[in-house]
């Protein structure tokens, strides 16, 4: 008896999902690819054409160079803080006892459930000037004035490590957790010191979580609207933001779209490089064994 | 310091850092000044009170609530069904046809919204509640297709055909047979979605118009324009209900099982 579904029945299976994507996905990320060629003009949101001049003016004018240098440099440093910090948060949630396990993992997921907007207004709070932190600064004397943290690039890198650190930590937790303690223990039988069986054991093995990690916290930090929205103000734009005044302020949808575009290609560059670094140079193994 | 105490030193650090603007944004829900100053002055529950006076709240907050739920619905059934075919199907393209599937995932979302806003308008659909839905399905659709489809891959098929075998139509052998046991995995997913939908700003904020604006627009309009604790009294119940749903999930499916999210 052959329970096997016939393949006309997968084809029906598949089509209203896919049907909905290229409607509502698909076409819309053409339109954006049209508008992003095409003219702005005084009167008028677009006049259709096939010019590169918009994304000439991207790489071409000061201003615009800056935001791009500038996200990717917040993308960089955020993804650095948030793997210095999550590698032994990590650790600990993968290894640790199992009461610490579970706090570990309620610690870092309550933040991700709760919305973006609503915890980048908290920091928001706690930055401000008259804010709790500044007001431990102030009375620890390690500031006579209070520190301007908002609205500037260091808040914007903060809010973002609080909101992406979850995607650092759970891909690289997993990771940690199918790492086999007994070859770290066989190091340690062989005579290596606790720091030798990280740098030359669990550290190689953990290269997967390290990079799904980073590549998640990259890409979505280089792509963040909300917190560099709230917290760098009107003065610090970044490319989403850009994005956005094009499209809303200034009414240059061409320019606008093509800023996404260049967002779409940083982010499926790094994507592509993460997965052609996952075929060929996660294998730790082969490294070590050649 | 020893290694492992610098390790526990930097994890407890990070844990204050993690709760930090959230156990700040409820302490200052409390506050009895008319400012948000710290520290808080004296202590109040009027704040709370006063959450339901904010300009527009409730047409936000139920547009949310309705908008989470259809698009949930709609994910599910939509996500559920490819996820089936899928499934157990080996066919050339497979992979493609899943990377497609996933895509609204790895577009950023402020170009997914840009992209819908230029599409709607370049084809007159004015109707911002069926765009607002329209977007909110394309970025949860993938998280229900994943977490549906991941616990489709550890199912035991020989299940339905031992129930096919006994007699089971098809549709009662996935009623009665695959559904309860993928039921963690649909969860799941369907929790994933609701938050998705319900916290999105940058699909929405492109897509709402004056009178249809979901809550986090709101809420983000409130924190540039208010300055009274009242905005801090909104933003601790929500994070209550976040607190609950942890909770709740936690005690139905397992908590690790939003580590997907």
Redesign the interface.
């Known amino acids: 008896?052959n329970?096997?579904?016939p393949?006309f029945?997968?084809?029906?299976?598949?089509l209203?999902?896919?049907l909905?994507?290229l409607?509502?996905?698909a076409?819309?990320?053409g339109?954006?690819l049209v508008?992003s060629v095409g003219r702005s003009a005084p009167g008028s949101?677009y006049i259709p054409d096939l010019t590169l001049a918009n994304y000439a003016a991207l790489f071409e004018t000061p201003v615009y160079v800056k935001v791009m240098l500038r996200t990717l440099r917040i993308g960089l440093v955020v993804t650095l803080l948030a793997l210095v910090?999550?590698y032994?948060?990590a650790?600990?949630m993968a290894r640790g006892r199992p009461w610490l396990r579970t706090g570990?993992?309620?610690?870092?997921?309550?933040?991700?459930?709760?919305?973006?907007?609503?915890?980048?207004?908290?920091?928001?709070?706690?930055l401000?000037l008259?804010?709790?932190v500044n007001?431990l600064l102030l009375a620890l004397g390690l500031t006579r004035q209070p520190v301007k943290f908002l609205f500037n690039e260091t808040g914007i890198v903060i809010g973002l490590l609080?909101v992406f650190?979850?995607f650092m930590v759970?891909p690289l937790s997993?990771v940690l957790q199918k790492v086999d303690p007994q070859l770290e223990d066989a190091a340690r039988t062989l005579g290596a010191g606790?720091?030798t069986v990280?740098r030359r054991v669990t550290l190689p093995l953990s290269v997967p979580g390290i990079a799904a990690g980073s590549m998640l916290v990259f890409?979505l930090s280089?792509?963040a609207?909300?917190t560099p929205?709230?917290m760098g103000g009107a003065g610090i734009n970044v490319m989403?933001t850009l994005?956005?005044q094009q499209?809303l302020v200034l009414v240059n949808?061409p320019l606008?779209?093509a800023v996404?575009?260049m967002?779409?290609v940083i982010?499926?560059g790094v994507?592509t490089a993460y997965h052609r670094f996952l075929e060929s140079g996660a294998g730790v193994y082969q490294r070590e064994r050649a | 310091m020893r290694?492992?105490l610098a390790?526990?030193a930097?994890?407890a650090a990070?844990?204050v850092?993690?709760?930090?603007?959230?156990v700040?944004?409820i302490v200052?829900s409390f506050s009895a000044a008319e400012y948000?100053?710290?520290?808080p002055v004296g202590f109040s529950l009027k704040w709370y009170g006063r959450i339901l006076q904010l300009p527009g709240l409730v047409d936000s907050l139920l547009l949310s609530l309705w908008l989470a739920s259809l698009a949930t619905l709609l994910s599910l059934?939509?996500?559920m069904?490819?996820a089936?075919?899928?499934a157990?199907?080996r066919?050339r393209g497979r992979a493609v046809?899943i990377a497609?599937?996933m895509?609204?995932l790895?577009?950023?979302?402020?170009?997914?919204g840009?992209?819908?806003?230029?599409?709607f308008?370049?084809r007159r659909l004015r109707s911002a509640d069926w765009n607002l839905l329209?977007?909110h399905?394309?970025i949860t659709?993938p998280y229900v297709?994943r977490t549906v489809l991941a616990s489709l891959e550890v199912f035991d098929w020989s299940l339905?055909?031992t129930a096919?075998?006994l007699g089971a139509g098809p549709l009662r052998a996935f009623w009665r047979v695959t559904l309860p046991i993928v039921r963690p995995g649909i969860l799941a997913g369907g929790i994933f979605a609701f938050?998705t939908s319900?916290?999105n700003?940058?699909i929405s904020?492109?897509l709402a118009d004056a009178q249809q604006v979901p809550l986090?627009v709101t809420?983000?309009n409130y924190?540039?324009n208010i300055f009274d604790p009242g905005?801090?009294a909104l933003?601790a119940v929500?994070?209550y209900a976040?607190?609950v749903?942890?909770v709740v999930t936690?005690r139905m499916i397992g908590?690790?099982r939003?580590?997907g999210?």
Not at chain 1, 9 to 14: F, G, M
């Open positions: 008896m329970l096997r579904r393949h029945v997968t084809a029906w299976l598949l209203p999902a896919l909905v994507l409607a509502f996905f076409l819309p990320l339109t954006i508008y949101i910090l999550g032994p948060y650790y600990l570990l993992l309620l610690a870092v997921l309550l933040p991700l459930l709760v919305s973006v907007v609503v915890r980048t207004y908290g920091w928001m709070v706690v401000g008259d804010g709790p007001a609080h650190f979850p759970l997993s606790s720091f990280f890409t280089v792509a609207y909300v929205a709230l989403a994005v956005a499209i949808w606008g779209a996404a575009v967002l779409v982010t499926l994507v | 290694p492992a390790a526990y930097v994890v990070t844990v850092f993690l709760a930090l603007p959230i700040s944004l200052m948000i100053t710290f520290p059934v939509l996500g069904t490819a089936l075919g899928l157990r199907a066919f046809v497609a599937l895509s609204p790895v577009v950023p979302s402020i170009v997914t840009l992209a819908l806003l230029q599409f308008v370049d329209a977007g399905v394309v659709l297709t339905v055909d096919r075998v938050l319900f916290d700003y940058t904020f492109f986090p809420v983000f924190i540039n905005v801090a933003s929500l994070i976040s607190a749903l942890l936690e908590a690790s939003l580590r999210f």
